[in-house]
């Protein structure tokens, strides 16, 4: 598969993930957190295993296979959700989105000691400059704060984000995308029950529900939760773990200018500056890959499933 269309996918990827900071905001004004992704999950899910049914895509998955897509909807969506809903309540955006950011920086470290993927020089830079230009883009606002519990609430979210990235490249070897995504929202659903009946069921069911917060859920559903990450899996397939996620530092450079489009948020010099070094370091990162015609193996550096 050529580069650019693995860049663009990847890319999209990012786009539709940016769109859920401005379609939460609608959505919270009738959902609580917990209803807003217990829903999505439950979206997903039947719309996956629907197109899979009917355009008999099924993938018979080994109970071994199943158990492990377990363990990967463990860490994304469900612990990477509850680390970072829970965790921005006691931080300032600004400290929760640099703290978020520096996951392509240990995810680098996790597919190296686990993976054994290869880091050189140039991707440590890459990923170097592009965490700098989140930071940028994060100094620009005033508010920097936040408690012990927020911080290390939220390097829950980072670790969990790190062991999704390592664990779903091993199933990438063996099933489609559309497999892999499917079971892992509908174990993400699963993990998510409970919680929603506990905390949110009774707020869900009194609740005025109606289509100015349905429809921005329906489109996280359709856009973030199916679509962006059908793309990402296929990309950590083509490019690895560490490449496609360092492509993440580009959700608060899409953010950026989508709130400036549609919620009218100013943009600074120091965003412009923190923007360019974010794409900088993003380009440096696949300085290497841009110089092939083809992707090497999805099977370089890792090892097989199950050994």
Known sequence: MKNWFIYLKASLAMLFWSFTFIWIKQALITYHPYQIVFMRLVLATVLLFAVIFIFRKREKMEPKDLRYMMMVAFFEPFCYFLGEANGMQFVSPTLGSLIVSTIPLVTALGAWVFLKEKITPLLILGLIISFGGVAVISMAEPEFSGTLKGILLLLVAVFSGMFYA?????????????????????????????IFL?????????CQHNWGSMLPVIAMSLFATVGAFLLYTGVIRDIGTVRANIFTNLIPVFTIFLAWIFLDDKITLITVGGVLLTVLGLLLSQLPELKRKLVRGPMDNVPPHGT
Do not use: C, E, N
């Open 166 to 194: 390592i664990t779903v490249r091993r199933v990438t070897l063996k099933y489609s995308s559309l497999t892999i995504v499917a079971w892992q929202s509908f174990f993400g659903m699963i993990y998510m029950l409970p």
């Open 198 to 206: 506990v905390f949110d069921l009774k707020h869900f069911s009194s």
